[in-house]
């Protein structure tokens, strides 16, 4: 299925799949999910793409392809020019796939994290372990209190560190992505989710990069500043009185 997908996406541009498709035909055991990787959770096809973040799903149940999955699409049609190299996260040592990824995400400097659900201990082990300076989440009502956590452990950390390149922003989002200073990687599952799930780690480059950094950056600077970038006045919580 994979195969007529990409074909019909390049050929149209756009793909609307029916509902009725939404699991993965495996030989041999019709209609049954897919095990993406040993001792994780089946899941089907569709399923997969949506998390992924390929695709998206409306209200009536019909499949398009994301602005992602455009993007990507548009750079497997330049196979010349675009590369991808894919981390696989889904191994036996769930701890292990964690510290592999913020170690990735260690490497990239002074980088965006695109996450719509990062928690707070992530952003932790974000502000422990690497320099990440942006962090972009989904402002989805619902998700209230998850950033309201995040702004308090921010502002705190801050405070407390002298810091002031840190930044906290919300905007309308479902994509997963590390935006470093001279690369691109797509992230396939939260970082909350790394080590429940198997996913993939995968750079971009190319034109398919180009897009995506663009997307990154629209995003960024259209969004609600929750915490932001500037000198913390104030004694901090360890100051003398």
Excluded at 21 to 34: D, K, N, S, V
Excluded at 94 to 107: C, F, G, N, P, T
Excluded at 166 to 180: C, N, P, Q
Excluded at 202 to 210: I, L
């Amino acid at each position: 299925m994979s195969s007529t997908f990409m074909q019909a996406a390049n050929a149209a541009g756009i793909v609307k799949l029916p509902s009725i498709w939404g699991y993965e035909t495996i030989p041999g055991t019709p209609g049954r999910p897919a095990e993406y990787a040993k001792g994780t959770p089946r899941e089907g096809f569709l399923a997969h793409m949506l998390r992924l973040g390929w695709i998206t799903r409306d209200e009536q149940r019909t499949y398009e392809v994301s602005e992602l999955g455009l993007a990507l699409l548009r750079g497997h049609e330049a196979p010349h020019e675009d590369e991808y190299d894919v981390l696989v996260l889904g191994g036996e040592d769930k701890a292990l796939d964690y510290s592999r990824a913020i170690d990735h995400i260690a490497e990239r400097g002074q980088a965006m994290i695109v996450d719509a659900y990062l928690d707070v201990q992530q952003i932790s082990d974000l502000l422990q372990y690497t320099s990440v300076n942006k962090f972009l989440v989904t402002n989805k009502p619902r998700e209230d209190r998850r950033r309201l956590k995040l702004g308090v452990y921010l502002k705190t950390w801050k405070r407390a560190n002298g810091d002031t390149d840190k930044e906290l922003r919300m905007a309308s989002l479902h994509d997963r992505w590390i935006v470093g200073d001279t690369d691109f990687h797509i992230l396939g599952a939260s970082l909350n989710g790394i080590g429940k799930y198997a996913t993939t780690l995968c750079k971009v480059q190319g034109s398919a990069e180009r897009e995506l950094r663009a997307e990154a950056q629209s995003l960024w600077d259209t969004a609600s500043v929750i915490v932001e970038a500037n000198p913390v006045t104030g004694p901090g919580p360890t100051s003398a009185p």
